[in-house]
């Protein structure tokens, strides 16, 4: 697997996009709100689970095949034609491509809530913190088969804690271990808001993992998610 995104030239006023699509949030604190989806292509981590390897994973894809160069303007305006109040900005990790982000959330218009999904290891530069309406902030744990010193940057993780607008998502495949990491990271990183949400690829899977969160989370004063989209098999 490649470690790091493929470089791609900057073109102002451009994204590198690997999808758009109408949906329903899957997961997440507004889970099942109609919105649409900026699915950013390219990733700096590379998460054995990940569900969105078309990103970033060269080894398995040709980044030509499953990413394109999208004028902003013309994203915008997709937006105004789905008329939903919900933009979700995710990846891969967006925050790759900020200047992009930046012109994408100020155009679609305050009425157009903003969601950033992101894995945490990068800082948002000012000019985007007071676009973005919802951070949800997810992130990687031993599970997911990435270095520590590449899934945690705490400068990343304060400013966006800072920005007073983040929830942290955590994605579990065991209970037991993960539910220790994430108490860890909470108190050393004074992490609020805390999501816990099952891996799976299938509505098997999910269930199982739903359910077996469930107590330990309401233990814990965490909030639990389930994925919508993997239950129901739409996108
Ligand atoms: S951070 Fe997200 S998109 Fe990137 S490899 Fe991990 S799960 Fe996939």
């Known amino acids: 697997m490649n470690p790091l995104p493929l470089p791609f030239n900057r073109v102002e006023g451009t994204a590198i996009l690997a999808e758009k699509f109408e949906s329903f949030q899957g997961e997440g604190p507004l889970t099942g709100q109609r919105c649409v989806f900026c699915r950013f292509s ?43 109040d919900l933009m979700v900005i995710t990846g891969g990790e967006p925050m790759i491509q ?48 990435v270095g520590y010193s590449r899934r945690i940057v705490p400068p990343a993780l304060a400013a966006l804690q800072d920005t007073g607008r983040a929830v942290f998502k955590f994605i579990v495949t065991d209970v037991a ?45 965490w909030n639990v998610s389930t994925r919508l989209h993997t239950l129901t098999g739409a996108r």
Not at 57 to 78: G, M
Not at 110 to 133: F, H
Not at 196 to 215: N, S, Y
Request: hydrophobic share 40%; with cysteine.
């Open 177 to 221: 271990s993960d539910f220790s990491e994430i108490g860890e990271l909470i108190d050393t990183f004074g992490l609020k808001r805390i999501w816990v949400m099952p891996e799976g690829d299938t509505p098997e899977k999910v269930l199982a993992g739903t359910a077996a969160i469930h107590e330990p989370a309401l233990e814990r004063g």
């Open 98 to 145: 900020q200047p992009a982000m930046t012109a994408l959330a100020a155009g679609v218009g305050e009425d157009v809530r903003v969601q950033v999904e992101t894995n945490g290891t990068l800082a948002p530069v000012p000019e985007l913190v007071d676009l973005v309406d919802l951070w949800v902030v997810s992130p990687k744990l031993a599970n997911s088969g």
């Open 42 to 84: 390219r990733c700096n981590l590379t998460c054995s689970w990940c569900d969105t390897k078309y990103t970033w994973d060269w080894a398995q894809y040709q980044p030509t095949d499953v990413s394109h160069r999208v004028a902003v303007p013309e994203l915008i305006n997709w937006v105004a034609e789905c008329d939903v």
